[in-house]
């Protein structure tokens, strides 16, 4: 898939800390998905926040293992796809100890 200008610039544009322990992404009407490369960077991640992106509808494929809290709350799409029932990302966050989908 390939990504539209927006997506590009929030890739460019966020710079990559391996301290960082915690990203709350909010209101972003346009992004579809963090880049995996950028998500990787952060090695130290223990709290990621997608909220109010309706358009967001991808998690990378490898989360973390670090990542402890998983929050996803007006986000539809992706909300969907991380339900027990549909499967498709069930498998990456059943592991992470806190999960709020959709509350």
Known sequence: MEPDSKEMWLHKSVV???????IN????????FLPWGLLQS???LERLEIEDC???RSLSRGLL???????IKE???????????KRDYWPLIANIPQ???GR
């Open 99 to 101: 999960r709020g989908i």
């Open 42 to 44: 952060f090695t130290s």
């Open 65 to 71: 293992p670090t990542l402890s809290s998983l929050v």
């Open 25 to 32: 992404i909010s209101g972003w009407a346009n992004p579809k």
């Open 16 to 22: 990559p800390s391996p301290l960082l322990e915690s």
């Open 54 to 56: 309706p358009k967001f």
């Open 75 to 85: 986000c539809p799409l992706l909300q969907r796809r991380c339900s027990k029932e």
